[in-house]
């Protein structure tokens, strides 16, 4: 990752709105990693991240920058809600399953990438094999004139091999069944194929242990008939093939260093765990929370069923609202962990309308997709913005303020006749522009300012 923390902030621009000071810390952050990887050996060990603290209401986009953050540099990444843990001796879920998890993920990313690079040669292999259960089908087991399976196992009784003559005949239709395969000509037909159960699962500790796994896989792998199309045949033969060319203890050694070194894990709702008395009741599971987070934070080993992963050099971002509650409530040692504190600020009218424009996923663009599917072609007029911008802001105002949230429901109520109309196969194609006097006409309860007279006594 050769990003500059200019680069970074302007790509993280092309989805988020504002918040320039959390998208500078996260960009430093990340560049240091990359610069801690040129660091020499015997001092790269000595340089830890510095874990940041993002403060500020529900809705601005400090989820969003984290995701976004990861999804950027292709790192493995986890979002926990800090209210999900119970101190040890409390029902609810362990803290180390946040590595477990994290660490999955990073599996899945490798794998994935592996299966990629492999996918030429099996879908060659896919196509060979198709090709072969279409010209010869399995045979079902019991049948008339069925062997003894024990005779098959100890080798005493073999199939018959088919002479020069069937051989030449079965190879010119096997290549006839491939080149129709090819064209797509047979993709609709059905046959059968034999696929792999999955081995039933046990939830332990928080994570996922397969049976298979706890026997040392002694277990004979449970196989059933499934009847498929071709084009079905074809993609799960390709994943079948495309698994036996992966190096797992590979994958599994890529992931593991991910994880060690690239790993971003995001705490959200850090401030609920916080309490500002050292008294009885929840306040002491709170601060139990606390203290069963602090080791991952600070550096430890977390066992995992593909080997031991280090916490040491993770990025740890956490974030909260601290409404209620401040940054000091929490336990000293955790707030040493979080030196990076960043406040995020409220969204404003001029925010809503960047918001619903500038973004490459804007919220206009995607119902403009969505309801293009149903040939209703939408139009937002500029005073259009303006209202729908004003009427997410003046209900932030009157009710709970949910941040950028807000636009998800005012568009839902904006655009929800239209929705259900939609749709019709006798419906011709149509265009409409929305302007500021259909946004009012829609959203006249989310317009109206509060009236505070009610509240006067």
């Known amino acids: 990752m050769e ?10 621009d092309r989805y988020i709105v504002g918040q320039d000071e959390a998208k500078k810390s996260v960009a430093i952050a990340l560049r240091n990693r990359y ?24 809705g601005v986009g400090k989820t969003e920058i984290a995701r976004r953050l990861a999804r950027l540099v292709n790192a493995p990444f986890i979002k926990v809600e800090a209210t999900k843990f119970t101190e040890v001796g409390y029902v609810g879920r362990d803290v180390e399953s946040i590595i477990r998890d994290l660490t999955e993920n990073a599996i899945r990313m490798v794998r994935k990438e592996h299966e990629e690079r492999v996918m030429p040669r099996a879908r060659v292999l896919a196509e060979d094999a198709l090709a072969e259960l279409l010209v010869h089908p399995p045979k079902k087991s019991g049948g008339l004139g ?28 096997k290549e006839d069944v491939r080149q129709q395969l090819l064209r797509g000509e047979i993709d609709d037909n059905e046959l059968e194929i034999e696929v792999e159960d999955q081995m039933p699962t046990l939830e332990v500790g928080g994570s996922s242990i397969s049976l298979g796994d706890m026997m040392g896989n002694m277990m004979p792998r449970k196989t059933r008939m499934r009847h498929v199309k071709v084009k079905e045949a ?6 079948q093939e495309a698994a036996k060319l992966i190096d797992e203890d590979a994958v599994q050694e890529e992931a593991i260093r991910r994880t060690e070194q690239n790993g971003i894990v995001f705490i959200d709702e850090i401030d609920k765990i916080a309490s500002s008395s050292s008294g009885h009741g929840p306040d002491v599971s709170r601060e139990g929370v606390q203290r069963d987070i602090l080791p991952i934070v600070e550096g430890c080993t977390v066992n995992t069923k593909y080997g031991a992963v280090k916490t040491d050099f993770m990025l740890f971002i956490a974030a909260g609202a601290f409404h209620v509650s401040k940054v000091s409530d929490l336990i000293p040692e955790l707030q040493g962990r979080f030196p990076v504190h960043v406040q995020l600020n409220s969204l404003t009218r001029a925010d809503f309308e960047r918001i619903l424009t500038d973004p490459e996923n804007a919220l206009t663009k995607q119902y403009r997709a969505l309801l293009e599917v149903d040939r209703v072609l939408l139009d937002f007029d500029p005073s259009a913005i303006s209202a729908i911008a004003e009427a997410a802001c003046n209900a932030n105002e009157n009710q709970e303020d949910i941040g950028a949230r807000r636009l998800h429901a005012v568009f839902e109520q904006l655009l929800e006749d239209i929705s259900f109309n939609a749709g019709d196969e006798n419906m011709p194609p149509f265009s409409l522009t929305i302007d500021a006097k259909y946004v009012e006409e829609h959203l006249k309860d989310e317009n109206k300012p509060m009236d505070l007279k009610r509240y006067i006594i």
Not at 3 to 12: G, M, Y
Not at 36 to 51: A, F, G, M, Q, T
Not at 160 to 169: D, F, L, M, N
Not at 234 to 239: A, G, H, S, V, Y
């Open 3 to 12: 990003l500059t923390p200019r680069q970074i902030v302007h790509e993280l």
């Open 35 to 58: 610069r801690r990887s040129l660091v020499e050996e015997s001092l790269r060990d000595e340089i830890s991240p510095k874990n940041i603290l993002m403060i500020g209401p529900t």
């Open 146 to 173: 069925a062997g003894n399976p024990l005779d098959y196992l100890l080798g005493r009784q073999k199939e018959q091999a088919p002479t020069g003559e069937e051989a030449t005949a079965l190879a010119r239709k």
């Open 234 to 239: 074809r993609k799960i033969l390709t994943e």
